[in-house]
């Protein structure tokens, strides 16, 4: 059994692309920032506390995962409001920043294993009105960066370096190599 510790529902949906069926829960984590924190450190925390937060069903494993955008070492989560969400995109606006995702496993033994995966993503220049009619659409509200690349916030990225569904919120190709087989084959 696969337990998919976050409320995402794009996460959810990556992995039954991928054939795994898993089960969801939301941890009721924490994810402010800390003093002097950076953006490795916090997203692994992040991504290890939710692992960590949740019961475990015998012989499951758990898979959480914490998404953060960086633009200049600064971290950018989901936006506050729309003042929040205009401040990132014009931030972002004509230039590149990292996606990054920490992944933390915990396997039916109770053995934790995490990783994280940056992507980079370049951002075409945005008039004030493309940002506001993007804020007006209410997509950017619960993303980090206050954008979604498989949304209409895709129309933003001229290019990336790295991987795609890292930039969505769980970098697949890395996902499936850590988990076993045998979920997949199990959850078809």
């Not at 499951?60 to 971290?75: E, K, M, N, P, R």
């Amino acid at each position: 059994m696969l337990l998919l510790a976050s409320g995402s529902p794009r996460r959810r949906e990556l992995l039954e692309l991928a054939g795994f069926s898993p089960s969801t829960v939301s941890p009721n984590v924490d994810e402010s920032v800390r003093p002097e924190e950076d953006p490795l450190s916090y997203v692994q925390r992040i991504a290890l506390t939710k692992v960590s937060s949740v019961d475990r069903p015998p012989n499951s494993w758990i898979l959480a995962a914490d998404t953060t955008v960086v633009y200049d070492g600064l971290i950018l989560g989901k936006p506050l409001d729309r003042a929040d969400g205009f401040r990132m995109l014009r931030l972002l606006s004509g230039r590149s920043h990292h996606t990054m995702t920490a992944v933390a496993i915990c396997n039916p033994t109770g053995a934790t294993t995490s990783f994280t995966v940056t992507t980079k993503v370049s951002f075409a220049d945005l008039s004030d009105d493309h940002i506001n009619w993007y804020l007006d659409t209410g997509e950017p509200f619960d993303k980090a960066g206050s954008y979604a690349i498989q949304g209409s916030g895709g129309s933003f990225v001229t290019s990336i370096d790295g991987s795609y569904s890292n930039v969505v919120g769980l970098p697949m190709a890395e996902v499936v190599a850590a988990l076993p087989a045998q979920l997949r084959q199990l959850s078809k």
